[in-house]
């Protein structure tokens, strides 16, 4: 148990529709990031946010953005799905955005139809 | 090109069996991080190598880093089926305004046969 929480655990969309998913991070965490594992890869880095704010952003397109709440709580949006965005999605909370200790939850399993 | 490349990519072997698994790069890391995720979870820090040469022991489990830290391996003595799961290995790259993303490879996925 990381005290990471991830939801919803799994969720079917359909193309061009638009998902949102929920993350709880560690008490005492305020650093959250996101990745994108699709099947057979690693995680791949989306965005990472601290305090409240987006603090860096890999290879994604503007369709993918996030919020991160006073609670250091955080979401994932992602607009206009594509096939391709079929993954889990992982949230990982840190204490500090310069750490790599990162602590991950079980992570939402997307499937785009 | 990926910036941490893992080998083998796929491992079978059977339970009492030595492995061991790689990660390389052209790279000069910092540290490097070895996650192991078992299916249906997120990844979960296992050892992180700071110094050159530098070896960890985590019970039947060894890291190495190497010399001119860039590259890692991971040594598992009789291995059992609770060691089967996808182990990653990481860095952590700057990339810019104070900001740090974790890099992961592709990972070597390992079942070990009862």
């Known amino acids: 148990e990381t005290g990471v929480t991830q939801s919803p655990t799994h969720l079917i969309k359909t193309r061009g529709q638009q998902v949102t998913l929920r993350c709880s991070s560690q008490s005492g965490h305020n650093t959250v990031s996101w990745y994108q594992q699709a099947l057979g890869q690693g995680p791949q880095f989306i965005f990472q946010y601290y305090r409240e704010e987006e603090n860096g952003r890999g290879n994604f397109p503007p369709r993918f953005s996030g919020l991160q709440f006073p609670n250091y709580s955080s979401e994932l949006n992602v607009n206009a799905l594509e096939l391709d965005d079929s993954a889990l999605y992982l949230c990982?909370?840190?204490?500090?955005?310069?750490?790599?200790?990162?602590?991950f939850g079980e992570g939402s399993r997307l499937t785009v139809l | 090109t990926q910036l941490l490349e893992q080998s083998p990519q796929f491992l079978s072997i059977q339970e009492g069996e030595n492995l061991t698994v790689y990660c390389n790069s052209s790279s000069v890391f910092s540290s490097l991080q070895w996650y192991r995720q078992e299916p249906g979870e997120g990844p979960v820090l296992l050892v992180t190598?700071?110094?050159?040469?530098e070896v960890k022991k985590l019970k039947r489990l060894t890291f190495q880093f190497g010399d001119a830290r860039k590259d890692s391996s991971l040594h598992i003595t009789a291995a059992q089926p609770g060691d089967t799961g996808l182990y990653l290995c990481?860095?952590?790259?700057?990339?810019?305004?104070?900001?740090?993303?974790?890099?992961f490879g592709k990972g070597t996925k390992l079942s070990v046969i009862p």
């Open positions: 990481a860095a952590l790259l700057y990339s810019g305004a104070g900001s740090y993303q974790l890099t």
């Open positions: 990982a909370s840190s204490l500090l955005k310069d750490t790599g200790e990162l602590f």
């Open positions: 190598v700071v110094t050159g040469g």
